[in-house]
């Protein structure tokens, strides 16, 4: 049922790589889960197809912008979790897709704090919101932050959206060479091989914390609806 987008005008801030990620994690545990490649680019449908994948991840291209509503909603009612991966631009699609959403998460890369375009998403959140009467969920996710320096520099990060009132989600993507590794064998993250893959237990420690934290803001964001 719920409906999380990765949202952010910002090319390469991690809206696709969060998106894989979720996607295995919840897989691996079994979950029933769909992915709604919105984005023209097509990463996660040329994922699928470059691979040997045997998750049980479906994906959904929308082709035709004008498609995106239907293509969510019907999603949502077949499968248990609708990851939506939207394009790198400010679209009517983009904001029909948020409008629709459980919970919005804003990539923004951690180490850059180009807090542009997710200012931008959260302009864009406050008004669908408005024009929804009900305030849309949403958090800014630290993505490509350095594992050594965690704590310093994103503490900085972290002052700085706080004293803006941005929340954001207590689970920062490290850069890993794994992130990149699923893209290049088509794999998910789980079924990389572990003898080959830098730090892979440390890579799926943070994917399940960061599905973890987002499994809790669904169920409390549930309870207020
Ligand atoms: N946590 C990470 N660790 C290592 N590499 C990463 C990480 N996050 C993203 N990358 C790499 O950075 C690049 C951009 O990431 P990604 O494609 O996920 O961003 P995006 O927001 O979806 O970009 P676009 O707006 O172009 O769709 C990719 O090459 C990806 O492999
Ligand atoms: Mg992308």
């Known amino acids: ?8 005008p910002k090319g390469g801030a991690g809206k696709t790589t969060c998106a894989l990620l979720l996607a295995g994690q919840i897989a691996h545990r079994g979950g029933k889960v769909c992915i709604i490649d919105a984005d023209p680019e097509r990463w996660i449908s040329q994922w699928l197809a470059s691979g040997t994948s045997s998750s049980d991840i479906s994906v959904k ?26 394009e790198g631009t400010a679209s009517l699609a983009v904001a029909q897709a948020v409008g629709l959403s459980n919970l919005v998460l804003i990539p923004l890369q951690g180490a850059s704090m180009d807090a542009k375009g997710a200012a931008k998403t959260i302009r864009l959140i406050e008004s669908q919101s408005k024009m929804l009467g009900r305030q849309l969920e949403y958090r800014v996710v630290l993505t490509r932050t350095n594992a050594a320096l965690m704590t310093r520099s994103l503490r900085n990060v972290r002052a700085q959206l706080d004293a803006a009132g941005v929340p954001v989600l207590s689970t920062p993507i490290v850069e890993r060479a794994a992130y990149r590794d699923i893209f290049d064998f088509g794999l998910t993250l789980t079924e990389l091989d572990g003898s080959a893959t830098s730090n892979h237990p440390q890579a799926i420690q943070n994917a399940e914390e960061f599905l973890e934290e987002v499994i809790t803001l669904l169920g409390k964001s549930g309870e207020t609806e």
């Open 61 to 86: 291209s929308v082709t035709d912008p004008d498609m995106i509503i239907d293509t969510i909603i019907e999603a949502s009612q077949r499968f248990a979790f609708v990851i939506v991966d939207l």
């Open 1 to 8: 049922m719920p409906v999380i987008s990765f949202a952010n």
